[in-house]
Each structure stands twice: as C-alpha cells, then as structure tokens.
C-alpha cells in the first residue's frame, strides 16, 4: 500500500477519518464512488475524512472498514471475533455470528454502486453493502454455511421492495437481483443445479423489473455461464446472444470480454473447437483494452476481468474439449487467482489435460488436491466435477494413485 506508513501514524494518533481518506486514494476510490456504497453524499464523505480526532459513528466505520478493505483496529474498531456459542438450531446466532464475520473479511475491493445520495439510497446501499459482503466470504466459507443467512438476506430485501413507495422500488430490485444471483452462485456451488438455474432466473426477472440494461445483461451472461458449465453449450450461446442484445449501445468493454468469454464456453460445451477458439481471440484482445488495476470494476461487475481470466477460460474449454495443449503449461496453476474453491477447479480442468495427454498418475495427483479442497468446504460442484474426471478414465487395473483417489471419493455425500 502507497500510504501504509502515513495509515499507521494517523492509525496511532486516532485520526481514522485520515485513515479512509488514505486507504480510498490508494484503492483510487473518489469520494462519491465511496459514499455510494455506503449510502452517503460526497459531501458527508468529505466531512468524514476531515474529522481529524473527533468523534466517529462506529457503524459508518465499520462499513467503511469492510468496503475498502481496512483491518477493523485501525479505525479504532475491535478486531476480535466472538466465540461461537450457538446451538444448531439457533438461527438468530447464527446470523448474528455471519454477520460479525461480514466486517472482518477480506477480498479485492468490490464495484461502487452508482446509486442517488438520498434517504432511500442509503437503505438500498446498505442491502447492497450486505450482499457485497457475504459474496466476500464466499471464497472462505463452505456454501451450506452462507445459504440461510443469504436467504434471509433477499428476503428480507424483497419485503423492503414491498413496503417501499413506486418510486424506490426499482432501486430495490435492482438490488434484489443481485442479491438472487449469488444465492444462485451458492445453489450451485453446492451442486444444486435445479435451485442455481432458477434463482438465476429470478436475478434475471429482478434485473428486468429494476430497468437497467447492464445489469439484465450481466444476470443473463451469469446464467449462460452456469447453462455452459452444466453442458448445456446451445442454450449458453443463447443467452449470451440475449445478453448481448439486452445490452444495446451501452457496452462497455469489461462487456464484451466478458460475454466473449462465456461464449468460448458455450461453443466448448457444444464440442466447437473452431469458434471457442475465436470467442477467447475476441475475449482476450477487449481485455487488453481494460485499465490494467481496474479498480472498482464499472457495476455490475464486481470483480476485474482480466487477461489471466480469459487464459483460465482456455483452460476451461481445453479441458472440455480434449485438448492438452489448450491446458497444460509450466504456469498453468498461476491462473487460479481467486479463491481455493476456484483453484479446484481449475486443478480438475488441469487433471483432464494430464488424462487428455495420457498421464494418469500426474492427473490423479493433481485431482487428488482439488478433492480436498472439495471436502474442506464441502462443495459439491467440485466433488461432482472430481467424479467427473474419474468416470472419464477405463481402466480395468488403474495405478495406485487412482485407487487412492477412489477411496478417498468413495462413500462422499455432502
């Protein structure tokens, strides 16, 4: 971090206004950017850095701390968690313990929302804050955990959206879409395919209902992906063509690349080699174009799309397509830039590679890792995938490593 010192001595002397304002240049945030997505003018934004060693509203810190990223002591928040003292059955606790952990996690900093600074913006900002929130914890906790809350979470938008005059209401949705979406993230993660289609499907609808072009497209090129990894590859290249065409002359590039992408998959799910091939031509060349530390991403993209993104698609579709040459490099592993459940499976593509090419000792191995990480957060997605890659080898007396692989994947049910 640029100010990492100037952080720590404003840290010290209790000037935490100091310390956003700080943190925020180095995350090349402006004030209004910030103060949309906690539901503030720029002009409270400006006060709130400028507030020296004053007194502060612990929630605007709290919030502000988990938005840009800011370990909770330096703005004199407590960095503790609480032990866990819930039963299984107390969902209140629960919620209350996900909800703690909401302020501590970490991940890139996410897209600000481009919502008005009014009385009912700052309502739907912090839903939306919420909903950023537990995406980030995603990559760190087992989806089964993160479901409930999540559910409660859109519900308890939906109910909002109800009670909220016409003219909110759009605002609202718009934040319920998102909200649906990674409920439809978390539904497949845990290999519930039937449950990840249709609340994609209620992203989609929401996002329609809210009359934002972008955000329809981003809700319809979410559910092309999901529709290209469940091999259905015609169906994905529908929706992206519907994507596309929801998006009219508002494109912006991270768009393009983005949706190109996704049609590289569908044309690999479909067995099209030819044009997935030109689909991550034409994916990697509007990467190029993008600021190279995007930082947020243009909403409703709330990670950077990136050259090494559309290279982990290549991947993807190597692997699905048997290509080896597609999959297997020295680096290959380096692509994984997100999260251990994203690491896996992009292990079981490489292992797919390594059976492509004939080796099976080094795909097993390779397989083996991302089992674990399957297990440790009890992911059915990747278990599913793993019991993909073993169905797809025959042999009658298998290595020791595959016999292994087997036990280990013997007797799973998640």
């Known amino acids: 971090m640029q100010h990492e010192a100037e952080v720590r001595e404003a840290s010290r002397g209790g000037d935490y206004g100091r310390v956003i304002e700080l943190v925020r240049k180095d995350r090349r945030m402006t004030q209004t950017q910030l103060g949309q997505a906690l539901g503030l003018s720029q002009p409270a934004v400006s006060r709130l850095e400028k507030r020296g060693t004053g007194t502060y509203q612990t929630d605007v810190l709290a919030a502000a701390a988990a938005h840009l990223d800011i370990r909770p002591d330096l703005v004199g928040l407590s960095s503790g968690r609480p032990k866990p003292q819930a039963r299984d059955d107390d ?106 289609r249709a609340r994609y499907g209620a992203a989609v609808n929401a996002a329609r209902s809210a009359g934002d072009p972008l955000l329809t ?86 990670f950077s799309f990136t050259v090494e993104k559309v290279a982990a698609h290549r991947v993807t579709c190597g692997a699905w397509l048997g290509l080896p040459d597609w999959v297997l490099s020295d680096d290959v592993e380096a692509l994984a830039a997100g999260h251990a459940k994203q690491k896996a499976l992009l292990l079981l593509d490489i292992a797919a590679g390594h059976l492509a090419a004939g080796r099976v000792e080094g795909a097993f191995a390779v397989a083996a890792r991302a089992l674990e990480a399957g297990l440790q957060y009890r992911s059915g997605r990747i278990v599913e995938r793993a019991r993909a890659v073993r169905r797809s080898l025959a042999l009658s007396s298998p290595p020791r490593v595959v016999r292994d692989f087997d036990e280990r994947l013997h007797g799973v049910y998640l």
């Open 91 to 196: 969902d209140m606790h629960r919620r209350a313990l996900l909800g703690g952990a909401v302020a501590a996690a970490t991940a890139p900093v996410l897209a600000a929302i481009p919502t008005p600074a009014d009385a009912s913006s700052g309502q739907a900002a912090a839903l939306r804050l919420s909903t950023t929130a537990y995406r980030r914890l995603d990559g760190s906790t087992p989806s089964q955990d993160l479901e409930e809350v999540v559910q409660a979470h859109l519900r308890l938008i939906q109910n909002t959206a109800r009670t909220a005059g016409e003219e909110h209401r759009m605002r609202l949705a718009a934040v319920g879409s998102e909200a649906a979406s990674l409920a439809g993230w978390l539904a497949w993660d845990m290999g519930n395919n039937g449950s990840a």
């Open 217 to 302: 497209a981003y809700q319809v090129g979410s559910l092309a992906q999901f529709e290209a990894h469940a091999g259905n590859g015609v169906e994905a290249l529908n929706l992206a063509g519907r994507a596309r065409r929801a998006l009219r002359d508002r494109s912006p590039a991270v768009a393009d690349a983005w949706l190109s992408s996704i049609e590289a998959l569908g044309h690999a799910a479909a067995g099209d080699q030819r044009s997935a091939d030109k689909a991550l031509v034409r994916s990697r060349a509007a990467a190029e174009t993008l600021p190279e530390q995007e930082a947020p991403p243009p909403w409703p993209w709330v």
